[in-house]
């Protein structure tokens, strides 16, 4: 069994990333992507509900938290990039992934990348769509006001999208903690973020070719990324399953972690028990 872990860090594609492992080593690898313009410890809650079970894997994006930005230009391709060579540097061979929202683009690019390698997909308030050309124009918007206004002004915009509406939650250690994470970035990399996503590839098309237990997870009242868009994923992924959090808005995983938990905890369960399976049945 690993101990909860430090901060620990590697060195992939030319930049440090920061990262932590902790949990059962005997334990399927999940590997946790965070979202924009979060980092690795929006994933604490999981961590601390999972790590008795399986291997608990969460990393900084490049740029974020305490992975280097590196030179080259961030695009959806590098992240994913990125991470094949994220999972090739712990020496994994097949891993669980988990994505939120631009977690969610990364994971869905690398099915279309790598599929060999991932056994199982959550995908938690994503979609598969590219922006269209009014979002792309709202992001290229946000950054110049974000150049001109610092991110203390977009974390305040930002957060009311981000958590569901409960006058309780106003000033919880939640809302801080998120709001720390958006502040603390640096505004050239929350820009180029935004152009990356921008200028992403729909992955929409990859859909129907997912053969591997899939859950979606979607907060009732993400109004983000809302839940038409997790009903058209399911319905184009054989066999997928979608999950709707109750009382939760886009941070479905923060907003009610306890459902978030059980329902993920559930479908890793599924993936164990169908490696098990079809452990059996070729030997």
């Known amino acids: 069994m690993k101990q909860e872990s430090e901060d620990l860090y590697i060195t992939i594609n030319d930049i440090s990333i920061g990262y932590t492992d902790s949990g059962n080593e005997k334990g399927h690898p999940v590997i946790f992507i965070h ?7 929006m994933w604490k809650d999981q961590r601390k509900a999972l790590w008795n079970t399986y291997r608990v894997i969460t990393y900084d994006i490049r740029g974020y938290g305490n992975s280097e ?3 080259e230009e961030i695009s959806i391709d590098l992240l994913t990039s990125d ?3 994220f999972i090739d540097g712990l020496k994994l061979e097949k891993v669980v992934l988990c994505g939120f929202s631009m977690g969610g683009y990364i994971a869905l690019n690398a099915m279309d990348k790598f599929p060999d390698r991932i056994i199982g997909l959550v995908l938690a ?4 769509q590219a922006d269209t050309e009014k979002v792309k124009k709202g992001r290229l918007k946000t950054c110049e006001d974000i150049r001109q206004n610092g991110l203390e002004l977009f ?3 930002l957060l009311h999208g981000l958590f569901y509406a409960n006058p309780e939650k106003e000033n919880s250690k939640e809302i801080i903690e998120v709001r720390r994470m958006i502040e603390g970035n640096s505004v050239d990399v929350v820009c180029n973020s935004l152009m990356a996503m921008a200028n992403r590839k729909e992955t929409c098309s990859v859909l129907e070719k997912i053969d591997i237990p899939t859950l979606i997870l979607v907060g009732k009242e993400d109004e983000v990324i809302p ?3 997790s009903e058209f994923m399911q319905s184009k992924i054989d066999g997928a399953t979608l999950n709707i959090v109750s009382d939760a808005a886009h941070l479905s995983n923060i907003d009610n972690p306890v459902e978030f938990n059980r329902y993920l905890a559930q479908f890793l369960q599924h993936v164990k028990q169908q490696r098990s399976h079809l452990l059996i049945s070729t030997h």
């Open 35 to 41: 979202g924009f313009p979060l980092n690795k410890s």
């Open 69 to 71: 930005p590196g030179a």
């Open 83 to 85: 991470l094949l060579h």
């Open 125 to 128: 308030d994503t979609q598969c």
């Open 155 to 157: 974390a305040d915009q």
């Open 227 to 229: 839940l038409a868009k």
